[in-house]
């Protein structure tokens, strides 16, 4: 995986004083950090690894008001002010990149485009109109039904055309935002691990080397909060996308971004790499550690790619993300529930994370620096919206019967079963022990249950990762936390 060139300082050594101590280095962290900077405040950023080392590493880079979910889903729980909102802050949002890369002259390959959104069996016409309608009552009325997409290779029937949307290089501009955040004066840390963070009058964040960030606020961008056990993650799940990158010639297929109708959808945009361009496709998504099929699902992506696309070439590139889908549409964004006021939190930003971590930069900036939002109540962490009651239901439902794997046999009986590369769930005794090969032969055991709330990972062959079926909380082979909301590596097999 890709990540900024532009590297973090060293390992912080020594206790710092700041006004805001922000918790990860993607869009979401960098943005609010880039904004406070600009208004005097003084940061410190922390971040586990290197810059967009975490999910804004994986994005494919949609910067969109097209909204993820359809504004006619965001109009029936959050009625027709909260889906103008929706659209208010994610046009408010494409345009602070745009400005942001002008002001700061960041080369970062950002370039409008118009966006295309095309039905597909079973859907029908009749949900792109009722899709158009909602989309002109939230404010969007620009947006307008055409014969079809501008591709070629197929013909994709009628399609919703949303002007002005963009894509850019998401590290490329990362890289832009450190170097603006450094020169005005904020620190940014690496390789430096958050463990304790406190709120209150004596806000501070402890680090496992042992300094200590003391400060006025506290901001936890870390795709999902590694600082609270339940309060938000009853309310988003995670699931898995993946995302093949094929060599096209040049010019071969129109700029743009692409979304059909299908739950999972795909996604499709281009991006122009050295003498050719490189056609980049997501979908396939699933429930984090649900499912064990990552390599065919990469072979669906490819075949429905070839089919549509009859001039790629070779696949470049194969990766996956991890986003976190909230039960009713919008991101969390603002005061962490159940805390002191000055932890504030960022997370949900389900397939527009581009979008949505620039909307937490700019909204974050405003409650920290104690200055009212339009947009506040809708992307609160605290908001109940009870028409999601049923997709709350079923998403914990589905969390629930997750720890039935405790009473299950494991993958393997005997570690001799695994190849080098190679890892599985042994049970062990009572136990569920966590059991990988690297590719010298050594083997590495850690406990297969999760620190966060106790649920049993499973292998991810692609990645070669364990990944937790109930919060998304994912782990190195070796058993190193790198995605919350765990905070802690697997223990030690004992």
């Known amino acids: 995986m890709a990540t900024a060139d532009t590297p973090l300082s060293p390992r912080l050594q020594d206790t710092v004083r700041t006004d805001v101590c922000i918790i990860g280095a993607g869009i979401a962290g960098l943005t609010t950090a880039y904004l406070l900077s600009q208004e005097g405040r003084s940061v410190v950023v922390l971040d586990d690894g290197p810059i967009g080392g975490g999910m804004t590493g994986r994005t494919t880079a949609h910067l969109t008001n097209a909204f993820d979910d359809r504004y006619l889903d965001v109009e029936k729980l959050h009625g027709e002010e909260g889906a103008r909102l929706t659209a208010e802050s994610h046009t408010a949002a494409i345009e602070k990149v745009n400005d942001i890369v002008r002001r700061e002259n960041i080369d970062c390959d950002f370039e409008r485009c118009d966006g295309f959104l095309f039905a597909v069996p079973p859907d029908t016409q009749e949900l792109l109109d009722d899709e158009l309608a909602a989309t002109h009552r939230a404010g969007l009325t620009d947006v307008e039904k055409v014969a079809r997409a501008p591709f070629d290779a197929f013909d994709t029937g009628p399609a919703l055309r949303y002007p002005r949307q963009a894509q850019f290089h998401p590290l490329k501009y990362l890289n832009g935002l450190v170097r603006a955040i450094s020169r005005d004066g904020g620190r940014l840390f690496g390789h430096t691990h958050a463990t304790t963070i406190e709120g209150g009058e004596n806000a501070r964040v402890e680090t496992a080397a042992g300094p200590v960030i003391t400060c006025e606020a506290i901001v936890v961008a870390t795709n999902t909060p590694v600082n609270d056990r339940v309060a938000i993650h009853t309310k988003q799940a995670p699931y898995v996308t993946y995302v093949i990158g094929a060599s096209?010639?040049?010019?071969?297929?129109?700029?743009?971004?692409?979304?059909?109708?299908?739950?999972?959808?795909?996604?499709?945009?281009?991006?122009?790499?050295?003498?050719?361009?490189?056609?980049?496709?997501?979908?396939?998504?699933?429930?984090?550690?649900?499912?064990?099929?990552?390599?065919?699902?990469?072979?669906?992506?490819?075949?429905?790619?070839?089919?549509?696309?009859?001039?790629?070439?070779?696949?470049?590139?194969?990766?996956s993300g991890q986003v976190m889908e909230p039960v009713d549409y919008?991101?969390?964004i603002g005061r962490n529930p159940l805390d002191s006021d000055n932890v504030f939190i960022a997370t949900g930003d389900s397939g527009q994370g581009m979008t949505h971590g620039t909307i937490a930069g700019m909204?974050?900036?405003?409650?920290?620096?104690?200055?009212?939002?339009?947009?506040?109540?809708?992307?609160?962490?605290?908001?109940?919206?009870?028409?999601?009651?049923?997709?709350?239901?079923?998403?914990?439902?589905?969390?629930a019967a997750q720890y039935s794997d405790y009473v299950t046999a494991g993958d393997i009986k005997s570690e001799d079963e695994l190849k080098p590369g190679q890892g599985a769930v042994m049970r062990h005794g009572l136990s569920k022990i966590a059991v990988y090969r690297d590719e010298n032969g050594a083997i590495y055991k850690r406990s297969a249950v999760c620190p966060h709330l106790g649920c049993v990972v499973a292998w991810n062959a692609c990645e070669k990762t364990w990944d937790c079926p109930c919060h998304g909380s994912r782990y190195s082979a070796e058993g190193r936390v790198y995605q919350g909301p765990a905070n802690t590596d697997l223990s030690e097999n004992t």
Do not use: M
């Open 248 to 319: 096209i010639p040049k010019g071969s297929v129109a700029t743009g971004l692409y979304w059909d109708t299908l739950d999972p959808y795909h996604y499709v945009r281009v991006q122009a790499v050295g003498d050719h361009d490189v056609l980049i496709v997501g979908g396939e998504d699933h429930k984090t550690g649900q499912e064990s099929d990552c390599y065919e699902r990469y072979g669906r992506l490819e075949s429905w790619t070839r089919e549509r696309f009859p001039q790629i070439g070779d696949i470049e590139f194969r990766w």
């Open 330 to 332: 919008l991101a969390f």
């Open 363 to 399: 909204l974050l900036t405003d409650l920290i620096q104690d200055r009212e939002n339009r947009w506040t109540d809708l992307y609160s962490p605290s908001r109940v919206t009870l028409r999601a009651t049923p997709e709350f239901a079923s998403e914990n439902i589905n969390v």
